[in-house]
C-alpha cells in the first residue's frame, strides 16, 4: 500500500489514538505510518460493539421481567458468553446456566457470588443488582 | 547482552513482534518490526470453524500467540527467560523484583482488563503483550507496542490483565532475554526462515491451514448464503475485524510480511527478495480489496442481498497471488 493510501478516516472506535500501518514511501521503501483509523474497520468493530449491546439489552429486558438473574445481564455487560465466563470462572456452563434462573442465583453462597464478582471486576452488591441507568435503555 | 542506558519506546504493528524488536534493541540487536516477524516465520493463514471465540470461529492471519518469541529463539539462537505463576500475588512480586533489578520485562495479557484502552477496543482477547520498563509509586510505565506513546496501568488493574482465566490465559507470563547474539548470520537464516514459511504457507497437510485454509474460508463463505443473513453479517465483520482491526500492519500482516521482505532482499542484495516484496504488497492490496466488499456487505439494508458468491470469488484470487508469491521463493535462489 502507498504511503498516500493509508486511511486517515479519523474513526471513532480509535478514541483519538492512531494505529502502525506498514506501507511504501514514492521510491517503494516500507516504513511505518500513524493512522488515524479505516472506516471499513470501523464497521466491523462497531457491528461486534452493538452485538454485544443487543445481548446486554435483551438480558437487561429479562432481569427486569424476572425471567433471568443478574449475573445473566452482567455476563453480557462486561463482553462476555457463557463460554467466556466458564472459561473465566473454571466452571461447567450447565452450573452457570443454572445461575441465571433467579430461584438459583438468589441461593448463591457469598463465596459463589464473590466468585462472579472477581471475574466479572465488579462488587458483590452490584452483582446482585441492576444497574438503574438502564431503565430507559440509555 | 548490555543493555542500552534508558528503554525506547516505539509504535509497532503488532504486538508480539513489537515486544520483541523493543526488547531486542533495547539489549544491543536492532531488529526492526518487521525483521522479528519475518525471521521468527510468523505469516499464516488459519481458519478453525470448530474453535469458537465470542461465538466466532477462529480466523488467524498469523501464527498461535507466542510463536514469535519462540520461533525467534530457536531461528535466531536467543535465550528467554518465561516465566509463569500459580499465584496473582506472586506474579506481582516477581516483576517488582525483576524492574527493581533494573529489567524490562514482557508480559502476556488481556486486553479487556487495561484501563488505557479505548472503551470500544477492549474485547476479551488474553494474548496481548506488552514491555513494563519501571514503576513509580502504584503505576507501572508501560510500552504497549500498538500505542504511539509509552501508557500507565496501576498494580491492581495489571495484576487483573495478567491473570485472567480461559483461552490462552498468560497465568501471568512474563519474559526477559538472557542471551542475546551479537551478531546475526543473515545470509542464512533469512533464507532458510523465508523458505520454511513459504512451504508452511503451501504445502500444509491439513486443509485449514496456509493457502488451503484461505480456501477453505472461501468455502464456508459461499455457503453463507443459506444461513441466517444476521450470522452472515457478523460473519463477515469478524474476518475484517481479525484481518485489520487486530494490530496487524494492515492486510493481515501481509505488508509487514512484504516490509520483511524487502529488508532481506537489501541486506542479502538479492532482487529476488526485492521482487517477492513488491508481489506481496500487490496481494497485501487484493485482501484489503476484499476487506472493503466485506464492509460493502456489512452495511448493507435488509432490501440488499449479499453477493456471497462475488466475496468467495475474490478471496479464491487472493489465494491464487499468495500462493504465486511464495512459490517464487521456494524455487529461485535466495542467497
Known amino acids: 500500500?502507498?504511503?498516500?493510501?493509508?486511511?486517515?478516516?479519523?474513526?471513532?472506535?480509535?478514541?483519538?489514538?492512531?494505529?502502525?500501518?506498514?506501507?511504501?514511501?514514492?521510491?517503494?521503501?516500507?516504513?511505518?505510518?500513524?493512522?488515524?483509523?479505516?472506516?471499513?474497520?470501523?464497521?466491523?468493530?462497531?457491528?461486534?460493539?452493538?452485538?454485544?449491546e443487543r445481548l446486554s439489552s435483551q438480558a437487561y429486558a429479562q432481569a427486569l421481567s424476572g425471567q433471568a438473574s443478574p449475573l445473566y445481564f452482567h455476563m453480557y455487560d462486561r463482553r462476555m458468553d457463557l463460554q467466556t465466563l466458564a472459561q473465566a470462572t473454571g466452571m461447567f456452563q450447565w452450573r452457570i446456566k443454572?445461575?441465571?434462573?433467579?430461584?438459583?442465583?438468589?441461593?448463591?453462597?457469598?463465596?459463589?457470588?464473590?466468585?462472579?464478582?472477581?471475574?466479572?471486576g465488579i462488587s458483590v452488591e452490584e452483582l446482585r443488582e441492576l444497574p438503574k441507568r438502564r431503565a430507559n435503555g440509555a | 547482552?548490555?543493555?542500552?542506558?534508558?528503554?525506547?519506546?516505539?509504535?509497532?504493528?503488532?504486538?508480539?513482534?513489537?515486544?520483541?524488536?523493543?526488547m531486542m534493541h533495547h539489549y544491543g540487536l536492532p531488529l526492526s518490526e518487521a525483521m522479528v516477524f519475518g525471521l521468527s516465520g510468523a505469516l499464516m493463514f488459519a481458519y478453525l470453524p470448530f474453535v469458537k471465540l465470542g461465538g466466532m470461529p477462529l480466523i488467524a492471519y498469523r501464527s498461535r500467540p507466542r510463536a514469535i518469541i519462540k520461533g525467534l529463539q530457536k531461528n535466531l539462537g536467543i535465550k528467554m527467560k518465561m516465566q509463569t505463576f500459580a499465584q496473582p500475588e506472586q506474579g506481582t512480586k516477581a516483576l517488582d523484583s525483576l524492574l527493581a533489578q533494573g529489567k524490562i520485562v514482557g508480559a502476556q495479557t488481556s486486553v479487556?482488563?487495561?484501563p488505557y484502552f479505548p472503551e470500544e477496543?477492549?474485547?476479551?482477547?488474553?494474548?496481548?503483550?506488552?514491555?513494563?520498563?519501571?514503576?513509580?509509586?502504584?503505576?507501572?510505565?508501560?510500552?504497549?507496542?500498538?500505542?504511539?506513546t509509552p501508557v500507565r496501568c496501576g498494580t491492581q488493574a495489571l495484576q487483573k490483565a495478567r491473570f485472567v482465566k480461559g483461552v490462552m490465559a498468560p497465568k501471568g507470563l512474563l519474559y526477559y532475554p538472557v542471551h542475546v547474539p551479537e551478531t546475526i548470520n543473515y545470509a542464512v537464516v533469512l533464507p532458510k526462515a523465508i523458505r520454511k514459511n513459504a512451504k508452511v504457507?503451501?504445502?500444509?497437510?491439513?486443509?485449514?491451514a496456509g493457502i488451503r485454509g484461505i480456501?477453505?474460508?472461501?468455502?464456508?463463505?459461499?455457503?453463507?448464503?443459506?444461513?441466517d443473513r444476521r450470522y452472515a453479517k457478523l460473519f463477515l465483520g469478524h474476518i475484517v475485524r481479525m484481518q485489520e482491526e487486530i494490530g496487524t500492519g494492515g492486510a493481515g500482516f501481509r505488508f509487514i510480511y512484504a516490509s520483511f521482505l524487502q529488508e532481506a532482499g537489501k541486506l542479502l542484495d538479492n532482487p529476488l527478495l526485492v521482487e517477492s516484496s513488491k508481489m506481496m504488497t500487490l496481494v497485501g492490496d487484493?485482501?484489503?480489496?476484499?476487506?472493503?466488499?466485506?464492509?460493502?456487505?456489512?452495511?448493507?439494508?435488509?432490501?440488499?442481498?449479499?453477493?456471497?458468491?462475488?466475496?468467495?470469488?475474490?478471496?479464491?484470487?487472493?489465494?491464487?497471488a499468495e500462493a504465486a508469491v511464495y512459490r517464487k521463493l521456494l524455487e529461485g535462489n535466495l542467497v
Open chain 1, 1 to 52: 500500500m502507498d504511503n498516500s493510501k493509508v486511511p486517515q478516516h479519523n474513526i471513532s472506535t480509535y478514541a483519538n489514538n492512531k494505529k502502525a500501518i506498514y506501507a511504501t514511501d514514492e521510491n517503494g521503501k516500507y516504513g511505518i505510518i500513524a493512522s488515524s483509523g479505516w472506516d471499513v474497520e470501523e464497521a466491523a468493530t462497531k457491528q461486534a460493539l452493538q452485538e454485544l
Open chain 1, 98 to 120: 443454572r445461575h441465571f434462573r433467579p430461584t438459583a442465583f438468589d441461593k448463591l453462597s457469598a463465596k459463589m457470588l464473590a466468585r462472579y464478582a472477581e471475574t466479572l
Open chain 2, 1 to 22: 547482552m548490555v543493555p542500552e542506558q534508558s528503554f525506547q519506546h516505539a509504535h509497532s504493528a503488532h504486538c508480539e513482534s513489537g515486544v520483541m524488536s523493543l
Open chain 2, 112 to 114: 479487556f482488563w487495561l
Open chain 2, 121 to 148: 477496543m477492549r474485547f476479551h482477547f488474553n494474548a496481548h503483550n506488552l514491555i513494563i520498563y519501571n514503576k513509580e509509586g502504584d503505576e507501572y510505565l508501560i510500552s504497549d507496542p500498538v500505542f504511539e
Open chain 2, 201 to 208: 504457507m503451501l504445502k500444509t497437510p491439513v486443509p485449514i
Open chain 2, 215 to 227: 480456501r477453505y474460508l472461501a468455502k464456508a463463505i459461499g455457503k453463507l448464503e443459506q444461513k
Open chain 2, 286 to 320: 487484493q485482501w484489503r480489496e476484499f476487506a472493503l466488499m466485506l464492509a460493502k456487505a456489512i452495511r448493507s439494508k435488509k432490501s440488499q442481498t449479499i453477493d456471497f458468491w462475488a466475496l468467495k470469488t475474490k478471496l479464491e484470487s487472493v489465494a491464487d
